[in-house]
């Protein structure tokens, strides 16, 4: 049996001995992680590219960004934290045993870079209508561009402090098994399962009032639901992690089932009745309360309409 090279990863943390990077190896589970590691890439490609195509952004609530750019990242820190002596041990394994050990860490890295693309898109095609305000002159911003560019400096702001901290945490308080460390890491899983339990709910409100689709894409979440439940089993699996990590997407993926069931009513209704994704408005106050009543603002397809068909929501 080889010697390990002598490394340390904390002040605080014993050099690891001889046997303790071995490399942990499963056919269900390589297989499970790289399918997932995939899907979630070309599960984000249709939201991404029906933001480009359509060019706007129009009906994605920033408040849901925030929440799941602020969740993705704080996930993401959390497992680099519980997995980082799995990390360290890529410094003595061989690169297809590293490689395979660090797919839990890969699939919560590449979330992150994904959601924070549509984050990204979310503000290049921000719709330029509704960049200024209506009430005022049409050379200040109106309140919810503001609110968005605010909501992208508080983003990028977290993720650059929360990764100082636990760059750190890790060079200089010690691994996930010193108090401190560990502590940091709960905060980190907590903080997403709390952002993540209400991720969903200003998009839910914003979807329910513009009562259409938008610029979200049903074939990514057609894809997302049931992989959530995939990616939930496939980190539960993971070495060194624990129900901080995974409860997470068990939780969102409800929701977005929610969400997806919303978008998928709003759009065969709307095509019933031959209007666009991007039409919305709220329905006249006497006919509120009926499900089949006509929105104000939308206009059939083909016929005269004073109003644009992108409404603000």
Request: with cysteine; glycine share 8%.
């Amino acid at each position: 049996m080889s010697v390990l090279k002598p490394w340390t990863f904390g002040p605080d943390e014993p050099t690891p001995q001889p046997g303790e990077c071995l490399p942990h190896h499963s056919d269900f589970e390589l297989a499970l992680s790289l399918f997932i590691l995939v899907g979630m890439v070309v599960s984000y490609l249709p939201q991404h590219f029906r933001i480009i195509h359509k060019k706007t952004s129009d009906g994605i609530s920033p408040w849901f960004l925030l929440l799941g750019c602020i969740s993705a990242s704080s996930t993401f820190l959390n497992i680099v934290i519980l997995q980082w002596k799995v990390i360290m041990c890529c410094k003595v394994l061989s690169l297809g045993p590293c490689l395979e050990s660090t797919l839990g860490i890969a699939q919560l890295g590449v979330q992150f870079l994904m959601f924070g693309l549509v984050f990204v898109l979310f503000l290049i095609y921000y719709p330029a209508r509704k960049k200024v305000s209506e009430e005022l002159d049409r050379t200040t911003r109106s309140k919810e561009w503001t609110l968005s560019l605010i909501i992208a400096h508080v983003v990028g702001g977290h993720f650059f402090i929360a990764l100082l901290v636990t760059i750190y945490m890790l060079t200089f308080v010690g691994g996930p098994e010193n108090p401190w460390t560990s502590g940091w890491a709960s905060f980190l899983g907590i903080t997403s399962v709390v952002l993540a339990t209400i991720q969903y709910v200003p998009q839910i409100i914003r979807t329910f009032k513009r009562k259409s689709v938008g610029a979200l894409s049903i074939p990514m979440m057609l894809m997302q639901t049931p992989g959530a439940a995939l990616l939930t089993l496939s980190l539960a699996l993971r070495p060194g992690a624990n129900w901080t990590t995974w409860i997470v997407y068990a939780v969102t993926g409800c929701l977005q089932g929610t969400l997806l069931v919303m978008c998928i009513y709003y759009h065969y209704r709307a095509t019933s009745h031959g209007y666009g994704d991007f039409d919305t408005s709220e329905t006249e106050p006497l006919l509120a309360g009926d499900d089949n009543a006509i929105p104000k603002n939308r206009a059939r397809r083909g016929a005269p309409s004073t109003s644009s068909s992108v409404t603000a929501s």
